[in-house]
């Protein structure tokens, strides 16, 4: 009986252990054939033509980017990060599965965001709240700034963000996936920083774990304090797309639409479009993206 035992505990834990973190990460968190499209729309309702280099800052495992290379022909992507493990994980993984010509419209560098040069990008994007690294006004002003040195002219900057009275509420949000549970686990605020503490875990259907598989220590900015800040920084503009709610439920329906204010809301995500050279022909209010799944 004291094997058996045994036995199960190791086939409890055997998930936990054969688990890629960054797969779980991808699927829980990510939507990047949705971003690519968003990201196209929100270029071409400001611009005449099609984008085509796509640069991404803090981009982890690139999925974004690699999805960029593979939605058109014309497409280029630089993927930019300082860890050097999520973007071996990309070339072993996400850049594999392109086929060799979409392979080699995708580079991957290894580099402080600030820092890293190179042509300048129709489209940069900071997704994933990953620039909320950034804890002090004059280092975040210092990288929206390098942000639209790094973008061509005409070019957007494309942030996300999350908000409201319960993003400063220490608590644990659950979501459940295919055969695992994803956690979202905000452990500390200070209201007087706004410093944030957040972990990531998973759970799994066998009962075991990964525990702080991902931790993230970040100050969280506010809405009018971004678009402040990319105003000093030269951007022409700084557009929000808000998320719309569903009614019958109560909840947020996926929809994100241009806003120039919004209703009061206890979690909300949005995007921020910082525009480089104002835009030829104006965009319509309310015009609406597709759904984003939560993050």
Same mark, same amino acid.
């Given at each position: 009986m004291r094997g058996g035992r045994g036995?199960?505990?190791? /086939? /409890?834990?055997?998930?936990?252990?054969?688990? %890629?973190?960054?797969?779980?990460?991808?699927?829980?968190?990510?939507?990047?054939?949705?971003?690519?499209?968003?990201? &196209? /729309?929100?270029?071409?309702?400001?611009?005449?033509g099609r984008p085509k280099l796509l640069r991404e800052d803090f981009c982890g495992t690139a999925a974004i980017s690699c999805t960029w290379v593979r939605a058109h022909r014309e497409h280029r992507a630089v993927g930019v990060d300082l860890d050097p493990e999520p973007l071996a994980w990309c070339r072993r993984h996400n850049q594999a599965k392109l086929r060799p010509e979409q392979a080699a419209r995708l580079r991957l560098v290894r580099g402080d965001v600030r820092d890293v040069r190179g042509p300048r990008a129709d489209v940069l994007i900071a997704f994933n709240f990953s620039y909320f690294v950034f804890k002090q006004r004059a280092e975040l002003l210092h990288y929206f700034r390098r942000a639209r040195a790094h973008l061509a %002219?005409?070019?957007?900057? &494309?942030? %996300?963000?999350?908000?409201?009275?319960?993003?400063?509420?220490?608590?644990?949000?659950t979501?459940?996936? %295919?055969?695992?549970?994803?956690?979202?686990d905000q452990n500390r605020f200070d209201p007087i920083t706004h410093h944030a503490e957040n972990l990531i875990h998973f759970e799994f259907s066998d009962g075991s774990r990964l525990r702080r598989v991902f931790h993230y220590d970040w100050r969280l900015w506010m809405l009018p304090e971004l678009r402040d800040l990319l105003d000093e920084a030269g951007f022409d503009a700084a557009d929000v797309y808000w998320e719309g709610t569903d009614l019958r439920r109560n909840e947020p329906n996926g929809v994100f639409s241009l806003r120039e204010s919004a209703p009061d809301d206890p979690a909300w995500i949005a995007y921020v479009v910082a525009v480089k050279r104002a835009p030829r022909r104006r965009v319509a209010r309310g015009s609406a993206l597709m759904a984003r799944p939560p993050t």
């Open positions: 036995s199960a505990r190791a /086939r /409890r834990a055997s998930r936990a252990a054969r688990a %890629d973190k960054y797969e779980l990460y991808q699927e829980a968190v990510q939507d990047p054939e949705g971003d690519v499209r968003r990201l &196209v /729309r929100m270029y071409e309702s400001r611009f005449h %002219d005409p070019g957007i900057f &494309v942030c %996300d963000l999350y908000g409201g009275p319960e993003s400063q509420e220490e608590k644990v949000e979501r459940k996936h %295919d055969g695992f549970k994803y956690l979202w």
